[in-house]
């Protein structure tokens, strides 16, 4: 199927607003129409840091951008998607300048590509973080190879105000300045982080939290991809095949499109009525439906003044961090209010989330439960 073709499809499917779906590879990949979705692709490293390095002079400067250049290659051929790159050659672009090209972007997610390394050579597999304190020593050694980064920088004590990438005080002085995207960034890693393991097969070492400057610098969902391990012969060798980059593509690609329809299900229009089906007046008596509005790692006290004057908020403890709700109803349009009011709060990035028997389940699936 040609690219013409699919711009003919996608036109025609926009016009009866459903999906539409890109086929590359062995994956497909679809958006929700609607919104314009900017995202920020940053390649790690570059020109004078080729960060890390492998037996064979694989460079990881090198393999992240053909990644990333891929990865927007795929997400720019949807009309509802706008891709910023941080770089898109073989230059050195200093890690507050990436956070600030997704800041003044207003840019909706911001996904950074890396190749991990280890002093030995067994160590292998895809790791996705969000920001956050390190959780052991493991994670600290990436953070801090990471970060050096910033060394070479001119003017970078004056950039990062004398923070010292190599010191484990400086790493967990920083503060989680994005705390209010912390839930949506681990959802999206989560995605990526299945997709990598699924898709092409990669030893799973997990979603994690950490302090990388990078993430640090961003006020949205942001996340960090550590591809694989440079220093591992065979895994070394398989992120330097042109055909494997291109599957690593399409898995990354094939994540932000699985979040950002998530994100559509999960949002409600303000300002107008949305013509989707999902905003018909449902009652179901076996399923809950709250407003998430904040995600962190501080325990505040539930009392209005703690949140712009909303009563009744509820907190929940899970896992490093407390989530907090507003509104609890079994009535999706009597949800959608409360998302408005809390909106209307200044809490942007709040959303609908619904469940039954206890257990999260989507928006699609809570309006289809009889």
């Known amino acids: 199927m040609t690219l013409q073709m699919l711009h003919k499809i996608n036109a025609k499917w926009k016009a009866k607003h459903v999906f539409f779906f890109f086929m590359i590879l062995i994956n497909t990949m679809s958006f929700s129409q609607g919104k314009i979705y900017t995202i920020v692709l940053d390649a790690g490293h570059g020109g004078r840091d080729p960060g890390n390095i492998g037996f064979k002079k694989y460079k990881e400067k090198d393999i992240a951008l053909k990644i990333v250049l891929e990865v927007g290659k795929i997400l720019e051929a949807h009309n509802n998607v706008k891709v910023i790159y941080t770089r898109k050659t073989d230059v050195l672009i200093d890690l507050w300048v990436r956070g600030q090209i997704a800041n003044k972007a207003d840019a909706d997610l911001f996904v950074s590509v890396h190749c991990n390394s280890h002093g030995t050579e067994q160590p292998s597999g895809a790791s996705t973080f969000a920001l956050g304190l390190h959780a052991n020593d493991r994670n600290l050694q990436v953070v801090k190879k990471e970060n050096e980064v910033i060394l070479l920088e001119d003017n970078y004590e004056e950039n990062y105000k004398?923070?010292?990438?190599?010191?484990?005080?400086?790493?967990?002085?920083?503060?989680?300045?994005?705390?209010?995207?912390?839930?949506?960034?681990?959802?999206?890693?989560?995605?990526?982080?299945?997709?990598?393991?699924?898709?092409l097969k990669r030893k799973d070492r997990g979603v994690k939290q950490a302090g990388?400057?990078?993430?640090?610098?961003?006020?949205?969902?942001?996340?960090?991809?550590?591809?694989?391990?440079?220093?591992?012969?065979a895994e070394g060798a398989y992120l330097n095949s042109a055909k494997v980059q291109s599957k690593y593509a399409n898995s990354i690609a094939q994540g932000i499109s699985t979040y950002i329809n998530q994100v559509a299900l999960n949002s409600v229009v303000v300002g107008g009525e949305s013509k989707n089906s999902l905003d018909k007046p449902i009652m179901q008596e076996n399923v809950v439906f709250k407003v998430q509005i904040a995600t962190g790692s501080k325990k505040l006290v539930t009392k209005s003044y703690n949140f712009k004057g909303l009563k009744n908020v509820e907190r929940i403890h899970v896992g490093n961090a407390y989530k907090y709700y507003f509104g609890k109803t079994s009535s999706y349009e009597e949800v959608k209010n409360f998302h408005r009011e809390v909106r209307s709060k200044g809490y942007k990035t709040a959303f609908i989330v619904a469940s039954k028997d206890g257990k999260k389940i989507s928006i699609q699936e809570a309006i289809k439960t009889p």
């Open 212 to 233: 990388f400057v990078v993430l640090h610098h961003t006020y949205m969902p942001s996340i960090l991809i550590e591809t694989g391990f440079l220093s591992n012969k």
């Open 162 to 199: 004398g923070f010292d990438p190599n010191s484990v005080a400086s790493i967990i002085g920083i503060k989680l300045m994005q705390e209010e995207y912390l839930d949506q960034s681990l959802t999206l890693a989560n995605i990526v982080q299945n997709n990598m393991v699924t898709d």
